[in-house]
């Protein structure tokens, strides 16, 4: 006899309470394998995808996709044949961690990776490096729940095609459409293998053309044309607590340089011709970062840590180096372990990478904790500069202007003179319990020292 197995959400992260259901691969009636992926979730910190702990048929989906549930709240009930032995869990590793002990593992995957080439790892890191597309299950037309389920969930709309495959479409192609009200049954797909994009969806939503109607715009009430409420979940959801929580807690003090970095601008022309840089875009940032991990070495106070509990301050011996990244599903600030032990062309390599990650909303949890300093480079929105506020627990953040062309008084054996220079702005923000004036100061003067400079670093 077939016995009910419900799996519950699994803690993915560290110590996340909540998980909003962003797509279901699978309907009531389908059968699923074990480490098939069954649903899309996205916590505070990025999107995951879950496997099945059993094999069996799909009975009950108890969130619809959009739903926000609690850890540990069931997931899916997936009715398992238990004399067959196929419907058991895999066992748990010991790093794993469970929400509740009593219920199914989150579903490790096995060591020698699934058939598709998706690399083998815990529950939802890292999407595989190539290969196809993951290929979605079909819907049925009209997928049904047992009546005595209490909190049957399923998309109300279901295509008329019975075999319709699922819209293909990424997380935040998904979210866009779920905010805007547009079905992604009904989009036209124009993306990249038959994917729904970003301009499919606006099209989607926006009006159709029609006769004007006959009003004087002097006789429109004012917000007669509506407005949209977006619901705050997810990234956004956890950016806004934690901005929150670091504006009021932790004593910000910025300051401000104008730099003239021709010189870097002259080493980056020579960088880039070089062999072991090719592929790897050169740009100003990266020799930012670079100068910082430099001057980080000489004011360790500014990588650091306050312990409110213990009132202690905790010095870190490493540097992990957060990047601010904007994207569709809002602030992500992954970073990158030991960057202070990083070649130049390796640094570059890592900011690259984090960043296509972060804007396809693939960064894995483990990247988006532990970070000591963060660079945000506000100068590419063409901003000057800006007063950044600290990543919820590191002493210091570092924003980076506009490059542009500005006359500058350059003063030589020459004398003194107007050019032409390239220059940039860079603000630093940092926790005034843990360093004074006198070590922000210096960390920026070092930083700028090295930017006008570059040779400095050497020393």
Same mark, same amino acid.
């Given at each position: 006899m077939p016995t009910a197995k419900d799996f519950r959400l699994?803690?993915?992260?560290?110590?996340?309470?909540?998980?909003?259901?962003?797509?279901?691969?699978?309907?009531?009636?389908?059968?699923?394998?074990?480490?098939?992926?069954?649903?899309?979730?996205?916590?505070?910190?990025?999107?995951?995808?879950?496997?099945? !702990?059993?094999?069996?048929?799909?009975?009950?989906?108890?969130?619809?996709?959009?739903?926000?549930?609690?850890?540990?709240? !069931?997931?899916?009930?997936?009715?398992?044949d238990e004399p067959t032995g196929g419907g058991e869990p895999l066992p748990v590793p010991e790093t794993a961690e469970v929400a509740h002990p009593p219920e199914p593992p989150s579903g490790p995957r096995s060591a020698a990776g699934d058939e598709d080439g998706r690399t083998a790892l815990l529950v939802g890191y890292g999407p595989r490096a190539d290969g196809p597309a993951r290929r979605r299950a079909a819907r049925p037309a009209a997928p049904t729940v047992p009546a005595t389920s209490s909190a049957p969930v399923g998309k109300a709309e279901a295509p008329s095609v019975p075999d319709a495959p699922r819209p293909s479409a990424k997380p935040p192609v998904r979210?866009?459409?779920?905010?805007?009200?547009?079905?992604?049954?009904?989009?036209?797909?124009?993306?990249?293998?038959?994917?729904?994009?970003?301009?499919?969806?606006?099209?989607?939503?926006?009006?159709?053309?029609?006769?004007?109607?006959?009003?004087?715009?002097?006789?429109?009430?004012?917000?007669?044309?509506?407005?949209?409420?977006?619901?705050?979940?997810?990234?956004?959801?956890?950016?806004?607590?934690?901005?929150?929580?670091?504006?009021?807690?932790?004593?910000?003090?910025t300051e401000f340089v104008t730099v003239d970095i021709s010189e870097t601008m002259r080493l980056r022309e020579l960088v880039g011709a070089r062999r072991e840089f090719a592929g790897i875009r050169i740009s100003p940032m990266l020799f930012v970062a670079k100068a910082l991990l430099h001057a980080l070495r000489r004011t360790p106070e500014l990588n650091s840590q306050w312990d409110e509990a213990r009132q202690e301050i905790v010095l870190k011996h490493y540097v992990n180096l957060g990047i601010a990244a904007a994207t569709d599903r809002g602030l992500v600030v992954p970073n990158i372990k030991d960057a202070d032990l990083l070649s130049l062309s390796e640094l570059g390599a890592a900011i690259a990478g984090l960043?296509?990650?972060?804007?396809?909303?693939?960064?894995?949890?483990?990247?988006?904790?532990?970070?000591?300093?963060?660079?945000?480079?506000?100068?590419?929105?063409?901003?000057?500069?800006?007063?950044?506020?600290?990543?919820?627990?590191?002493?210091?953040?570092?924003?980076?202007?506009?490059?542009?062309?500005?006359?500058?008084?350059?003063?030589?054996?020459?004398?003194?003179?107007?050019?032409?220079?390239?220059?940039?702005?860079?603000?630093?923000?940092?926790?005034?319990?843990?360093?004074d004036g006198q070590q922000g100061s210096r960390l920026l003067a070092d930083i700028a020292d090295m930017l006008r400079e570059p040779g400095l670093a050497m020393l």
């Amino acid at each position: 006899m077939p016995t009910a197995k419900d799996f519950r959400l699994p803690d993915v992260g560290e110590g996340l309470t909540e998980a909003d259901i962003l797509q279901w691969t699978v309907s009531p009636g389908d059968t699923v394998e074990v480490n098939q992926i069954i649903v899309e979730i996205e916590t505070a910190k990025a999107a995951v995808e879950l496997p099945s !702990p059993y094999t069996g048929i799909v009975s009950v989906l108890h969130a619809a996709e959009g739903d926000t549930l609690p850890v540990g709240a !069931p997931l899916i009930t997936i009715d398992v044949d238990e004399p067959t032995g196929g419907g058991e869990p895999l066992p748990v590793p010991e790093t794993a961690e469970v929400a509740h002990p009593p219920e199914p593992p989150s579903g490790p995957r096995s060591a020698a990776g699934d058939e598709d080439g998706r690399t083998a790892l815990l529950v939802g890191y890292g999407p595989r490096a190539d290969g196809p597309a993951r290929r979605r299950a079909a819907r049925p037309a009209a997928p049904t729940v047992p009546a005595t389920s209490s909190a049957p969930v399923g998309k109300a709309e279901a295509p008329s095609v019975p075999d319709a495959p699922r819209p293909s479409a990424k997380p935040p192609v998904r979210k866009l459409a779920k905010d805007l009200g547009v079905d992604l049954w009904a989009v036209v797909p124009t993306g990249p293998h038959g994917t729904v994009s970003r301009e499919d969806v606006h099209r989607a939503a926006a009006p159709p053309a029609g006769p004007a109607a006959d009003v004087h715009p002097r006789n429109t009430a004012s917000g007669s044309r509506g407005e949209t409420r977006i619901p705050v979940r997810g990234v956004r959801k956890h950016m806004a607590a934690a901005m929150v929580l670091s504006a009021f807690t932790a004593p910000h003090v910025t300051e401000f340089v104008t730099v003239d970095i021709s010189e870097t601008m002259r080493l980056r022309e020579l960088v880039g011709a070089r062999r072991e840089f090719a592929g790897i875009r050169i740009s100003p940032m990266l020799f930012v970062a670079k100068a910082l991990l430099h001057a980080l070495r000489r004011t360790p106070e500014l990588n650091s840590q306050w312990d409110e509990a213990r009132q202690e301050i905790v010095l870190k011996h490493y540097v992990n180096l957060g990047i601010a990244a904007a994207t569709d599903r809002g602030l992500v600030v992954p970073n990158i372990k030991d960057a202070d032990l990083l070649s130049l062309s390796e640094l570059g390599a890592a900011i690259a990478g984090l960043a296509k990650t972060a804007r396809e909303g693939r960064t894995e949890p483990r990247d988006l904790t532990g970070g000591t300093v963060t660079l945000t480079n506000v100068g590419v929105f063409g901003v000057d500069t800006g007063t950044p506020i600290l990543n919820p627990g590191e002493a210091a953040i570092l924003a980076v202007g506009a490059v542009r062309r500005t006359p500058w008084v350059v003063q030589d054996q020459r004398g003194e003179r107007i050019e032409p220079r390239w220059t940039t702005q860079l603000a630093l923000s940092f926790d005034h319990r843990l360093a004074d004036g006198q070590q922000g100061s210096r960390l920026l003067a070092d930083i700028a020292d090295m930017l006008r400079e570059p040779g400095l670093a050497m020393l």
